[in-house]
């Protein structure tokens, strides 16, 4: 009996490590055939070639798309991070008439689909003169991050001691120094988890990237990635394909990989407790 | 040490000092609004007012090419002669999203909960289990989208090779291009791609049971399946009931993916894409706002609902 068990746990933890891991597997190791390697479908490439990776990069602008993504990422994070970090000290930490209905409507906008502001948001963004322009996705991007920073800020900023803000108020000190020059530090983990979350969020964003981008050099990643096209409409460049697939995961599955724990906890700080 | 006293508002034996604190207190909650003003003003910009702008356009017959230009045609959109009401296209899409939402979300609970199970298992190869799961969730869509497209080929993918190779198949599958596989193909990625996030959640309450629970099934000496059934199951129920909401949420708005593997296909298109190709690509501002007004409210409706439940479960409980 207790052998059996032994086998079907085997057995069981082996599948899912082969069904989650093997996907990725299989464009890394796409990504470092040939042309002709392509068609036989073994694991280990015949004849690895880095040709995929540099045509990326020659012929396609990738290295500008990568660029791009970067930059709308980083300034997604940033804005959201200060944002929501003193959003959460007065939404935590202070007690005031209406507070629990403005929690309720900051949750509500994390439903909504992005479709629904996308008529409105396409009006907005033309109206500020950013269409086809990055600065428009590090605006439309804020709406899908900033309900959750604020929302798992909140659940972390309320676990702070109530004395070190007390000490704080004696010494005349203000509500942003004290959020950023005090309560920052101690909640350096549940920061790095939410900015990583929304990274992830703004780094993988489809929709508004590709509605508010025109020219292939404003195209982030995901957009790249999805509308790359070879010679013919009918041949996919699927070498460069997967090599490009591989470049915007490898950086993101290490990230993951390596802050589980802290990532873990924000998910579920958000989703289980709220 | 009297003055610090007065300024903080607290006596020594820590009672608070009434009209110092009331003073003080409306100073914080002003402080507090001004904290928050940012945040407020920024979410009101990027979500409230473009969804009522969505709202407002849906009531009119506006067109991308030319926004000024616009009138009222009030429930036109909605119950006109060409309505999405009568909109055989919108209906599709609305059963597409349907079934994918129904299907995934099933599939994911039910693979999650034997993830999470496994996971939760005391041994000595768990914290490579976790981070082998998490390699899905952190793969971008899109990428899932494609990586998954070229094992799919009909031609040249592996699953095609593999099945034929095992005698399984006899001719390979156009798994994205046929109509009445294509969908089954999209439900695969999204699980492949999502039971991660829904085991993590399961894993979550599943750590929260208190341990003397099995513990004392463990001295009666009841059988595993019964524990799981009568003492694990209805502690963490809640725990999924909320996940399940949450991903119906997300399955019902899906779009990258759909947009990725099929393209605009009408057989797997989803009530987001249908939205997106009605403002985009025949840039009818109006009737996509229309249809985009009925996805929000279709999905407001499912919250409001979800959360009764779910509140009136936890007062019960």
């Known amino acids: 009996m207790k052998a059996l068990r032994r086998i079907g746990y085997a057995a069981a933890a082996t599948l899912l490590v082969f069904v989650s891991v093997f996907p990725l597997l299989y464009a890394i190791s796409s990504s470092l055939k040939t042309r002709t390697g392509l068609f036989s479908p073994e694991l280990i490439p015949a004849e690895p070639t880095l040709a995929n990776y540099v045509s990326l990069f020659r012929e396609q602008p990738f290295a500008h798309n990568l660029l791009n993504s970067l930059l709308v990422a980083g300034g997604v994070v940033a804005l959201s991070l200060v944002l929501s970090l003193m959003a959460a000290w007065a939404l935590g930490r202070v007690s005031f008439r209406g507070r629990g209905a403005l929690l309720m409507t900051i949750l509500a906008a994390s439903m909504f689909p992005q479709v629904a502001v996308l008529s409105g948001m396409f009006e907005l963004v033309r109206w500020l003169g950013l269409y086809d322009h990055l600065g428009a996705l590090l605006i439309a991007d804020l709406m899908l991050t900033l309900p959750f920073t604020v929302w798992v800020l909140v659940t972390f900023m309320r676990q702070l001691p109530k004395e070190l803000e007390e000490a704080a108020a004696m010494d005349g000190v203000g509500p942003l120094t004290l959020v950023f020059r005090i309560f920052m530090p101690l909640l350096w983990p549940a920061v790095v988890a939410t900015g990583l979350l929304a990274f992830i969020a703004a780094w993988n964003e489809f929709l508004f990237a590709l509605t508010f981008t025109l020219s292939t050099e404003q195209r982030t990643v995901p957009v790249a990635i999805a509308l790359i096209s070879g010679s013919s409409s009918f041949e996919l460049p699927w070498g460069a394909l997967m090599a490009a697939s591989v470049i915007v995961t490898l950086p993101l599955v290490l990230l993951v990989l390596l802050f589980q724990r802290l990532i873990v906890s924000g998910l579920t700080q958000g989703a289980v407790k709220g | 040490m009297e003055l610090t006293h007065t300024a903080t508002g607290v006596t020594p034996d820590g009672s608070p000092v009434p009209a110092a604190r009331a003073g003080l207190s409306a100073q914080r909650r002003r402080r507090a609004w001004w904290m928050l003003a940012p945040m407020l003003v920024v979410l009101a910009a990027v979500a409230g007012w473009p969804l009522l702008r969505t709202i407002f356009f849906s009531l009119t017959d506006a067109h991308l090419s030319s926004p000024e230009r616009w009138q009222f045609i009030w429930l036109e959109n909605y119950i006109g002669r060409y309505g999405l009401v009568l909109d055989p296209a919108w209906w599709g899409a609305v059963g597409n999203t349907l079934v994918f939402a129904l299907l995934s979300v099933t599939l994911e609970t039910l693979l999650g909960l034997g993830v999470a199970l496994l996971i939760n298992q005391p041994s000595r190869v768990r914290t490579l289990l976790r981070a082998a799961m998490l390699v899905p969730w952190a793969i971008p869509t899109v990428v899932s989208a494609k990586m998954w497209s070229w094992m799919l080929h009909d031609q040249f993918g592996v699953v095609n090779h593999y099945l034929l190779q095992w005698g399984l198949i006899h001719t390979p599958i156009a798994w994205t291009a046929d109509p009445s596989l294509a969908m089954f193909a999209i439900v695969l990625v999204d699980v492949w791609k999502t039971t991660p996030f829904m085991a993590l959640l399961i894993l979550a309450a599943l750590q929260m049971v208190p341990a003397d629970c099995y513990e004392a099934a463990r001295v ?98």
């Open chain 2, 220 to 317: 009666d000496g009841v059988p595993a399946f019964t524990v799981f059934r009568r003492i694990t199951l209805p502690l963490i129920a809640p725990g999924i009931a909320v996940a399940m909401v949450f991903r119906m949420l997300d399955a019902l708005r899906v779009f990258d993916l759909i947009y990725v593997m099929t393209s605009n296909s009408r057989d797997t298109r989803s009530m987001s894409v249908f939205v997106r190709e009605q403002l985009i690509d025949f840039q009818q501002t109006g009737y996509g706002s229309a249809a985009a007004t009925l996805l929000f409210f279709t999905i407001a409706a499912i919250t409001i609902v979800a959360m009764r439940v779910l509140r009136s479960r936890e007062a019960d409980a």
